[in-house]
Structure formats: structure tokens, C-alpha cells
């Protein structure tokens, strides 16, 4: 199973430039998350959805952006690229809350803005 | 929002030697997460805990929910060099109604030959 999916692995970006990174799953999981990952840090909640159409603000939403448009798919996008968003970003999933149903996460996304 | 309090933030050991980390917290939890994380990698979930004292084993690793439910922690037993990574843990406190949880920092372990 490929389980969830980033794309792309590697990227940067000048100042003001955007671009959206994908993440898809296939395991019908309902709940899909974005996460930061700076050094030193724990794990950063950006944005989350509970189902397709659903969509909320984590901790840091600022400066990003997420659809739902699908069960699968949960793109994130940065509008304007700024170096406060350079870090590795982890999307995730898990079927549902509570009991047994623990995250899982995609390889990442390592993004440099200069 | 708030994270865990994980320790040690490292650890230099010798390959055979036992590891010990944990993580803390003034909230109650009603799960707790162990991943491990590779050097370029996504985080990879190692034990799941979904009960105050439940204690969980997967080969080495053997994990346990605290009793007050505010703390976990994890042992590597007999470590071998491909433990190297940064394990970190994951909450959900019991306050939180969706699938919110909480991070640690990581421990990064280190195993020399």
C-alpha cells in the first residue's frame, strides 16, 4: 500500500513565487492534516479537514492555504512564499479520532525560500 | 498550542546498550504515539497506547502509558546501529473533541559500533 503520498520531495522557491504541495492517501482515511517541521521543534499543526468540504485553521495557518475537494487529496497552498516558510512539511492521516486510529505520515516536503 | 515535554534531546550510545526516553505533560492524554523518523524520512508510528498503564512491546521497543496518564515512555532494548533515527512522541489530550494531538521535539539517538 502507498499509504500517503507528498510530492513534490524537494523544493525552493524565491520570495513571492507560490506553488501548492500534494498529498494524497489511499486508505479512506476522513481526517488529513498538515504539519511544520522546524529543528528543534515539535510537529506544527497548519491546517486540517475532517472530511471532503471540511476544512479549519490549526496553529499556524498563516500565509497557507488547503482544499478538500476529496476524500484522497489534500493540497496545501503558499501564496506568497516568504523565508519564515522555509521547513519540512509532513502531510498526515488517520482514519478517524480516538481509539486506534493513529496518525500516519507522508515522507515530506522540504522547501527552501531565498 | 502546547507541546510535550520530551527527554533527553540526545543520546550517544554504545550498540547492545538499553535506551530510555519519555515524555511529560501536564494534560491528560487518552493516547499516546511513539514514532521513529529517518534522516529524510517521514515520521514512521512505532507503538500505540490507548491506555493509562497499558504496557505494548513491537521486537525491541517496549512502550508504556503512564498511570496519571500525563507521561509515556519508551525503551529500546539491546540497541543495533539501524536505531539511529529521532524517536518523538504524540499525544491527544482528552480536552481536545478532534484529532489534535501534541508533539515532542524527538530524541535523537546516536549508536556507535
Known amino acids: 500500500n502507498a499509504g500517503v503520498t507528498q510530492t513534490p520531495k524537494f523544493r525552493i522557491l524565491k520570495i513571492g513565487q507560490s506553488m501548492t504541495l500534494q498529498c494524497t492517501q489511499d486508505?479512506?482515511?476522513?481526517?488529513m492534516y498538515w504539519y511544520r517541521q522546524d529543528p528543534g521543534m515539535g510537529l506544527k499543526l497548519i491546517y486540517y479537514?475532517?472530511?471532503?468540504?471540511?476544512?479549519d485553521k490549526g496553529e499556524v495557518p498563516n500565509g497557507y492555504n488547503v482544499s478538500r475537494s476529496t476524500t484522497e487529496d489534500f493540497p496545501l497552498r503558499l501564496e506568497l512564499a516568504a523565508p519564515s516558510q522555509t521547513s519540512v512539511y509532513f502531510c498526515a492521516s488517520s482514519l478517524r479520532t480516538g481509539t486506534n486510529s493513529p496518525l500516519h505520515f507522508g515522507n515530506g516536503t522540504r522547501l527552501t525560500v531565498t | 498550542g502546547q507541546q510535550l515535554n520530551q527527554s533527553p534531546q540526545s543520546m550517544f550510545i554504545q550498540e547492545g546498550e538499553d535506551v530510555s526516553m519519555n515524555c511529560t505533560s501536564s494534560s491528560i492524554f487518552n493516547t499516546w504515539l511513539w514514532y521513529k523518523q529517518d534522516p529524510g524520512e517521514g515520521p514512521v508510528l512505532l507503538i500505540a497506547l490507548y491506555k493509562a498503564g497499558e504496557l505494548t512491546s513491537n521486537g525491541r521497543l517496549t512502550a508504556q502509558f503512564g498511570i496519571t496518564r500525563k507521561d509515556s515512555f519508551l525503551n529500546i532494548s539491546a540497541s543495533i546501529p539501524s536505531d539511529v533515527g529521532i524517536y518523538f512522541c504524540a499525544g491527544q489530550r482528552t480536552t481536545d473533541s478532534w484529532g489534535k494531538f501534541q508533539f515532542g521535539a524527538g530524541t535523537q539517538v546516536v549508536v556507535t559500533p
Open positions: 479537514s475532517v472530511g471532503a468540504g471540511i476544512t
Open positions: 486508505m479512506n482515511h476522513n481526517y
